[in-house]
Structure formats: structure tokens, C-alpha cells
């Protein structure tokens, strides 16, 4: 069975592009062992994003480093592509960080690198409405500024992933056209299947593809017509896979223990979470879905060696690609 050669001999490389988490340096960092329980071997982990300022993301970033070094029998701090094999060969979780909206740069170029030397692997512009890098999902579309373009260039030139979720069409099309790496939607959905204006559309994920990027099909409610059935979550794969190709899909799951105060965070930041977008709760796929997903995928036809692509070997093979050695 697939499941068990996958998950119970755990022979496949499982990499989830973000975790959905509140950027709180008061979060409770136990939720990551259920990654280390569920097979996954990478996670890229959210400590900053535009609802927050950026001194709450350099708090975050510094009490997550904290716990993550502090349980060195659990966790690996990725500083290099190297450290992931050393994770995979010590049975560790490799963690590093990503970062939703540019905001956290507090209109600074310096902080890309700043970011980058604590961790940083991946940043997006907007979080859903416009800031001084680009324009968000739920926003006028003003597109790529020249801040933007200037944080790109940076970001190339660091070995930093170019991430397009949660921007506004424009801005991710101009975002990709300006990277000389590939670009990510770290965690987006196709719009085709759930019309909703944070998902993106087939010409956002051809356009990803063209450049070699990868698209994570994530397991949020909003963005799977209000389910987090598996069986959803295995259409977005095989539509955008179909769309893309196989080898540019992959898992940006935006998992995060659900919360009561999440739910209230989303109803109090309507500016955020606009009420006719968003549901008063929140839910997500549990990560005990992943074997069900990967034996969905084959019964629908798709080899096992495009299924191991998506549950982690593309995202791994543009990281090898992309990340790098600053060059001062």
C-alpha cells in the first residue's frame, strides 16, 4: 500500500511551505510535534505578518528561534540546505521561517538580510491588503512598487524565496516577471474550484510554473468551499497539477492548532478578513490526512513518483535551487 511504503516506512520527504501561526511570541510551539508525529520533515513556520508590526515580528522570530534551538532532540534550525539532510539523518524536524507581508521590513532593505541571517527563508508582499511593497487579495490592485521591486532583488541576490500568496493579482504577475529565481504561492488554491479572492487564478499558476515555481495547496476552510474534506484538498492538487504540471505542486498546508482567539482575531480585523469573504470560524485539514491524501492521489491515476514531487520533493528541489550563500 501506498500509505505504508509513504508514511509507515517514512521513505518520502514531506515539505509543508507554511504554517498558519499567529505571530505570537507568546504562542504555544508544542503544536510542532504534531508535524514531528505526522511524517513531515520540513516546515516553514510564520513568525510575522502585515496585522501585526514589525517589532511583533522580530519578538516572534527571537522567541521562536529560542524554543526551537532549546529542543535540539526534536528540532533542526535550518541555517543552510545542508542542515536539512542532517535533519532527515538525526530523525529531526528542519524548521526555518517565513514572513507575510513586507511590512516587517519597516521600509528598510537592510532587514531582508537581517531576516535572512535569523532564519528566514521565504517572505510574501502583501497580507490581503495593500502595503509599501505591493498590492494585497482583498485591496486595489496597484501592483509591484518600487520598493517591491527593490526587496526582489535583494531577496534573489540573498537566496530568499519570492513568495505571491495572499497579493493581488497584479502585484504576483509583475512579482514574478521581476525575480531572476523562481516564485512560489507558498500557500494558495486554485480560484477555478472555490472563487474566492484569495485563491489564484490558472494564469497566476501557469505564469509560476513558466518560471519553475511551485504552488502549495493549502487545507483551509475558506479556500475549499467551506470543507476540509481530504477529498477537496486532493481535487485543488490534481487540478492545479493539471494546470501546472505535477512538478510544481506541493503542500503549503497553513496548519495551525485551531483557537478560539484566531476565530475572534479574523471577526475583529474585517479590514483584514473581509465578513463577506470569511466565515466566523476557521477550520483546517488535520495533518492526520496526509496518508489519505497520498492514497487518494494514486487511486485518481497519479504515478507515486509525482505524488512524492508534490508531499515534498519539488518545494525540496527549489529550495537546493534558489537558496544560497549571501553574497556580501
Same mark, same amino acid.
Given at each position: 500500500m501506498l500509505k505504508h511504503k509513504m508514511f509507515s516506512s517514512h521513505s518520502t520527504f514531506v515539505w509543508d511551505a507554511h504554517a498558519g501561526f499567529e505571530s505570537r511570541p507568546d504562542a504555544d510551539l508544542q503544536q510542532l510535534n504534531q508535524w514531528c508525529e505526522n511524517g513531515v520533515d520540513y516546515l516553514s513556520v510564520n513568525v510575522g505578518y502585515d496585522v501585526r508590526s514589525w517589532q511583533n515580528t522580530i519578538k516572534t522570530l527571537a522567541n521562536y528561534r529560542h524554543y526551537i534551538t532549546s529542543h535540539p532532540e526534536r528540532f533542526k534550525l535550518v541555517e543552510c540546505f545542508e542542515d536539512i539532510d542532517t535533519a532527515i539523518q538525526e530523525g529531526l524536524l528542519a524548521v526555518s521561517f517565513d514572513i507575510e507581508g513586507m511590512e516587517s521590513l519597516d521600509g528598510e532593505i537592510r532587514m531582508v538580510k537581517f531576516y535572512y541571517d535569523l532564519g528566514v527563508r521565504q517572505m510574501l508582499f502583501a497580507y490581503n491588503l495593500n502595503n509599501r511593497a505591493g498590492g494585497g487579495c482583498h485591496d486595489q490592485d496597484i501592483g509591484l512598487t518600487d520598493f517591491g521591486k527593490e526587496v526582489?532583488?535583494?531577496?534573489?541576490?540573498?537566496?530568499?524565496?519570492?513568495?505571491?500568496?495572499?497579493?493581488?493579482?497584479?502585484?504576483?504577475?509583475? +512579482?514574478?516577471?521581476?525575480?531572476?529565481?523562481?516564485?512560489?504561492?507558498?500557500?494558495?488554491?486554485?480560484?477555478?474550484?472555490?472563487?474566492?479572492?484569495?485563491?489564484?487564478?490558472?494564469?497566476?499558476?501557469?505564469?509560476?510554473?513558466?518560471?519553475?515555481?511551485?504552488?502549495?495547496?493549502?487545507?483551509?476552510?475558506?479556500?475549499?468551499?467551506?470543507?476540509?474534506?481530504?477529498?477537496?484538498?486532493?481535487?485543488?492538487?490534481?487540478?492545479?497539477?493539471?494546470? +501546472?504540471?505535477?512538478?510544481?505542486?506541493?503542500?503549503?498546508?497553513?496548519?495551525?492548532?485551531?483557537?478560539?482567539?484566531?476565530?475572534?482575531?479574523?471577526?475583529?480585523?474585517?479590514?483584514?478578513?473581509?465578513?463577506?469573504?470569511? +466565515?466566523?470560524?476557521?477550520?483546517?485539514?488535520?495533518?492526520?490526512?496526509?496518508?489519505?491524501? +497520498?492514497?487518494?492521489?494514486?487511486?485518481?491515476?497519479?504515478?507515486?513518483?509525482?505524488?512524492?514531487?508534490?508531499?515534498?520533493?519539488?518545494?525540496?528541489?527549489?529550495?537546493?535551487?534558489?537558496?544560497?550563500?549571501?553574497?556580501?
Open positions: 526582489i532583488q535583494e531577496m534573489n541576490r540573498l537566496g530568499m524565496l519570492v513568495d505571491c500568496s495572499h497579493t493581488s493579482y497584479r502585484t504576483s504577475m509583475e +512579482a514574478i516577471e521581476t525575480s531572476s529565481d523562481p516564485v512560489i504561492f507558498s500557500h494558495s488554491n486554485p480560484k477555478a474550484l472555490c472563487d474566492h479572492p484569495r485563491n489564484i487564478g490558472d494564469d497566476q499558476i501557469r505564469a509560476c510554473a513558466k518560471k519553475n515555481g511551485v504552488v502549495g495547496i493549502n487545507g483551509v476552510s475558506q479556500f475549499l468551499d467551506g470543507t476540509t474534506d481530504p477529498l477537496r484538498f486532493v481535487e485543488h492538487i490534481l487540478y492545479t497539477a493539471d494546470v +501546472a504540471g505535477a512538478e510544481h505542486v506541493g503542500l503549503g498546508l497553513d496548519y495551525v492548532k485551531p483557537q478560539n482567539d484566531l476565530n475572534d482575531l479574523v471577526h475583529e480585523n474585517q479590514r483584514y478578513w473581509p465578513s463577506e469573504h470569511y +466565515a466566523r470560524s476557521v477550520t483546517f485539514m488535520n495533518l492526520e490526512a496526509l496518508p489519505q491524501v +497520498a492514497e487518494e492521489l494514486f487511486k485518481r491515476g497519479m504515478k507515486e513518483q509525482e505524488i512524492r514531487g508534490i508531499f515534498g520533493a519539488n518545494f525540496l528541489n527549489l529550495a537546493k535551487n534558489v537558496w544560497k550563500a549571501p553574497r556580501l
